[in-house]
């Protein structure tokens, strides 16, 4: 059966030499199937084939029919936030440690590949956020985020006073360390670590977990993922305040910036194989349905 994926990129996790082996096993089995290949600079130092020319992350969607990402959840969110503008889809291999985004094992891949590479997969899209922090009615910062953005406090010991409002409609005031604001995929991630609840990635929700407020009632709530989120400060006296897109960090927000927060325009296309089960990789990477030592 021919492939839907002529041209395929390779993305691998940046500075780990530890990667070289799996990364040079992909390009063999990719070549050997005839497929034309463009991997990302970085990758392309690790490959035993010196012919190989490497390209931006950031040119890759634009380039391939299907990009594969080697490493983590990391890993994958770089390949994610590169494709936020284009319709390529991607696919992950598992070289990480939890990895709820990357569901290859190196021992599966030429398995696996084989299969995806003839059409036979499950195919998702996972919707991204778009933040934009605006200062005096200018939009000064913009950044996408496949996971999360987080308001956090920043080299304070004082906590932040949060005023959130959701469609122009005030939601509350909080003093805490910081919000969290994650898409479905991002609710098994840092949101989860901060008490918030896993959302099921066909969800068209959004969740705001607070981090460590002050009022112990102030609690996660799940809203729908077509509002606009706008976030501000309440304090009176300068703050320092960090916001963050998947760990993309945006520091010196100022007292008087607004945060808004809202559904990008276009989601991602993720690739499992076909048995992928969305509870089963949450009993595998949270160890549910286990017995204690």
């Known amino acids: ?23 040079n096993e992909l390009f063999r089995y ?54 936020a503008d284009f319709e390529t889809p991607l696919l992950g291999v598992n070289l990480g440690r939890l990895g709820f985004l990357v569901d290859i094992s190196p021992e599966q891949l030429s398995n696996r590949l084989d299969r995806i590479l003839t059409g036979e997969f499950k195919s998702e ?42 469609d122009g409609v005030y939601l509350n005031t909080q003093r805490s360390d910081g919000l969290i604001v994650a898409t479905p995929t991002g609710s098994t991630a840092y949101s989860l670590s901060a008490g918030g609840p896993i959302l099921h990635p066909a969800l068209n929700a959004l969740v705001l977990v607070p981090l460590n407020p002050h009022t112990l009632s102030n609690r996660p709530i799940v809203i729908d993922d077509n ?36 559904k990008a325009a276009k989601p991602i296309k993720i690739l499992h194989p076909a048995d992928h089960d969305f509870f089963h990789t949450l009993r595998s990477k949270l160890n549910w349905s286990g017995y204690p030592a």
């Not at 976030?231 to 993309?248: E, G, P, W, Y």
């Open 227 to 262: 509002v606009v989120i706008e976030i501000r400060f309440s304090q009176t006296k300068q703050i320092n305040a960090l916001v963050t897109c998947d760990h993309m960090e945006i520091p010196d927000v100022r007292i008087n910036d607004k945060i808004v927060i809202k």
């Open 125 to 166: 899209q996972r919707q991204l956020l778009s933040t934009h922090i605006i200062r005096d009615h200018e939009i000064i910062h913009q950044q996408t985020a496949v996971n999360e953005v987080v308001v956090h406090r920043w080299v304070t010991p004082s906590m932040i006073e949060i005023v959130t409002s959701i």
């Open 30 to 83: 990719l070549k050997t199937r005839g497929h034309d290949l463009v991997v990302d600079s970085e990758s392309a130092e690790l490959l035993e084939n010196g012919d190989i020319k490497g390209a931006y992350i950031e040119r890759l969607p634009e380039l391939c029919d299907l990009i594969i990402a080697v490493g983590g959840d990391g890993t994958f969110l770089a390949a994610a936030r590169a494709a």
């Open 1 to 23: 059966m021919p492939t839907p994926f002529q041209r395929i990129g390779i993305i691998g996790k940046c500075g780990d030499p530890g990667i070289a082996a799996t990364l």
